[in-house]
């Protein structure tokens, strides 16, 4: 079976980004002692990932409630986002955009055939197994439902949780302690161009993102 996420890793750049950005957790989570995180240190991280991620989507007052209520439940969600997508992600939205839009609207996608079969598409992506670095998995999660819009409202908030719920299930973050929404918030000019390039230019536009989501959680980490 062919492994499309691998075969990311091969692009020029990436492979070194990737390196680095996981030098700089280890630095965190091992060299700096984080190897055992009580709850309270974790929510506190988590309530920053999710005050950064409101900030990103440029009415930080209108989001920040959802994006709060969804991040207290990140760890759980992070235990089914390989396992079981399509139901992360509709928790998500729900948790997002309570009391923001139509109730029967939460959890639901957008009614676009093209949508449904993209959707599915990034379900297969996110339970097949696969060679490929956490980061990778999750940078395309996040481009992918962030460039979408499968719900058409609070996408960004739900494509930078999945991002990081893909890192906490690796184990790559597994107190949740590294704040990579921070990471993308630092230049959020850059993170809008990345994520115009990985829809518009094709392979070097993927290249691009997937170097910057390496880049901001490197940052994330650099501020634990």
Partial sequence: MLDPLAALTRLEGVPSAVAAALSAVDLVLRDRGHRNVGREESARALLASAQASAELTGDRECWLPGAIRLYAELAELAALIRVAPGQVLARSHLLVAHGLVAE???????????????????????????????????????????????????????????????????????YGLINCEAGHAADPNEYGAALRGYRDDGVIGVRVWLQHCASALARGAAQV
């Fill in 104 to 174: 029967d609207s939460l959890g639901r996608l957008r009614d676009d055939p093209a949508i449904a079969s993209r959707m599915t598409e990034l379900a297969r992506l996110l339970t097949m197994r696969t060679e490929a670095s956490a980061v990778i998995v999750g940078a395309v999660a996040h481009a992918e439902i962030a460039v979408l819009e499968p719900f058409g409202s609070g996408d960004g908030v739900v494509a930078r949780a999945v991002e990081h719920m893909v890192l906490i299930s690796a184990g790559v973050d597994p």
